[in-house]
């Protein structure tokens, strides 16, 4: 991790920093490992139990300063809204601080629950989260924040993603990297059966733009929390809706029918979704990711990992998605009517 200063002394340095800040008196720090290359740290104060998060330099070059301040000046709308979500701490009109020594960091209430492995969110669970992202869509697209003029991800044409297909595959063969091979010329196929034009009708809007599994917290039958929300702004909402369908519902190269179901009708408690739509929403969230996570560079760490396998699963997939929803809801409807 390039910070310039170790994981102790930074932890030291920020700890000296939020107790002058906050007139805290820090008991004690816990480090959580979870997330790629920021740093967190649970601390409890005299004034009760917080995170601190510290931006990984590196990282925060790809990333606009502004951008993330309206993402965490949203958020704080969202919890005083009633949303699952941490409330920020405010210190001299900023959510964003910056160290004595160039360290960006916040602070936050510190969420309690617990995260819950991809494939294994019972159906309550489900219905819950789908009644708080349908919540989260409202909020964010209330008009607070103004509608722009364009999306951040733009969609490719066929014969672009095509044409990177073959150019991946080329680079295969120069490498000899037969198994990868295997996997671009998967996703190639999957590019030439799709009909692009079901993309016509997606909903640009705000959106979280992060919502996976290790981005939730659970508390029994229910969510408790909706973390990290440094992605936020103006997207697809579809983009959402199918990464945390993927990301919660498959197991062992199965998607939970019945989980993607039970989220249908918690979204539906508080916003509008169609299977049609989710459908779509797996789609494109594969349109999108695929080229991230299929590459001839291997990525390090467990998520990138899970994420190639959720490609390749969709790729497989996806002209069977909508007849596997619709026959879960068929199964439904022959159930209720016994």
């Known amino acids: 991790m390039e910070t310039g200063l170790s994981n102790e002394s930074l932890w030291t340095h920020l700890k000296e920093e939020v107790e002058t800040r906050f007139d805290f008196e820090v008991y004690k720090g816990t480090p959580i490992n979870r997330g790629w290359l920021n740093q967190k740290r649970k601390i409890e104060t005299n004034q009760g139990i917080f995170l601190i998060k510290q931006y990984n330099k590196e990282r925060m070059k790809k990333y606009d300063l502004q951008t993330i301040q309206t993402a965490l000046r949203t958020q704080n709308r969202l919890f005083s809204q009633g949303l699952a979500c941490p409330e920020l701490l405010l210190y001299k009109g900023d959510l964003l601080q910056k160290s004595s020594q160039g360290e960006l960091f916040t602070v936050m209430g510190f969420m309690g629950g617990s995260l819950i492995s991809s494939g294994d969110l019972s159906s309550d669970q489900m219905q819950s989260l789908g009644e708080e992202v349908g919540r989260l869509h409202t909020l964010l697209n209330d008009g607070t924040l103004s509608a722009k003029s364009e999306t951040i991800f733009k969609i490719p044409s066929i014969e672009e993603r095509l044409e990177y297909w073959q150019s991946e595959i080329h680079k295969c063969d120069e490498q000899g990297l037969d198994h990868i091979r295997s996997l671009m010329e998967l996703q190639k196929t999957a590019t030439l059966a799709l009909d692009i034009e079901q993309f016509n ?16 917290l659970f ?120």
């Open 201 to 216: 009708h997606l909903t640009p809007g705000w959106c979280h733009r992060d919502l996976w599994v290790d981005n939730l």
């Open 219 to 338: 508390s029994e039958d229910h969510l408790s929390a909706i973390l990290d929300f440094d992605r936020m702004n103006y997207d697809f909402l579809e983009l959402d809706i199918g990464r945390l369908i993927i990301s919660t519902c498959l197991k062992n190269n199965t998607l939970n029918r019945e989980a993607v179901q039970a989220f249908l009708k918690g979204y539906n408690n508080t916003n509008e979704l169609s299977i049609e739509r989710l459908v779509i929403s797996l789609r494109f969230v594969w349109y999108m990711e695929s080229t991230w996570w299929i590459d001839v560079v291997p990525h390090e760490g467990e998520p990138p990992k899970r994420f190639q396998q959720e490609m390749v699963w969709l790729a497989r997939h996806l002209q069977q998605l909508e007849n596997m929803m619709n026959r879960e809801k068929r199964n439904n409807i022959h159930v209720l009517t016994k």
